[in-house]
């Protein structure tokens, strides 16, 4: 079956040449002019991917990216933007972007990155279906992998899409220590070492919602000189 994708862009040239690259590629493609267009598409059809510009004529990208996740709608979205400010793209990924590309663009680069979520979104899906369904908790904290839901001291803490997958790679691997590049690849679905400042920010940002006391994080652990690593019960005597 090939992968469905929505493109939501206004310049027609650009969506054009997404359009055939992603077909060339195998994908059906879906386009939409604007952010209204793109919701109704959404709403009626279930997409493996979206491609969403950020600067649409009336509901603007980030709009879209909100109400999806607030719906608990959690299809990947590669951000498109004009924008090259840092500002936007962090906002983009807080409100839950799986990956931000910046205008103008390698549309080689866009299939690639787009290929590298679908990837990282597979091979989730299989390690779901690998690992036994249920709650992981440790001390306080308590996450549930299929209803995405994170409890600390009992109370709901609300995370974005990507801080939740990356606290469940941590979860379910007590005490590996990861890179920064390892985890860009396992939840971010590449592994490009200029991208490690998101691993960074994000940690910071899981840290903040879930730790007591985000400057000695007990669950999220830095590992010096190499990266991180989720906090072992076994190890906590050593």
Known sequence: MDTKILVVEDEPQIARLVEMHLRDAGCEVTLAANGRAGLAHIAATRFDL????????DVDGLDICRQLREQKNYTPI?????????????????LGADDYLAKPFSVRELVARIKAILRRVERMHQEREETKT???????????????????????????AKEFDLLVQFARNPGRVYTRSQLLDLVWGYGDDTYEHTVNSHINRLRAKIEDDPSQPRFI??????????????????
């Not at 498109?80 to 793209?89: K, V």
């Not at 308590?142 to 009992?154: G, S, W, Y």
């Open 50 to 57: 979206i491609v969403l510009d950020l600067m649409l004529p």
């Open 78 to 94: 590669l951000m498109l933007t004009a924008r090259s400010g840092e500002f936007d793209r962090v906002l983009g990924l807080e």
């Open 134 to 160: 249920g709650l992981f908790s440790c001390g306080e904290l308590t996450v549930d992998p299929d209803r995405r839901i994170v409890t600390v001291h009992e109370q709901p803490v609300h995370l974005t």
């Open 221 to 238: 652990q830095t590992v010096w000189g190499v990266g991180y690593r989720f906090f072992d019960p076994a190890l906590a005597d050593a």
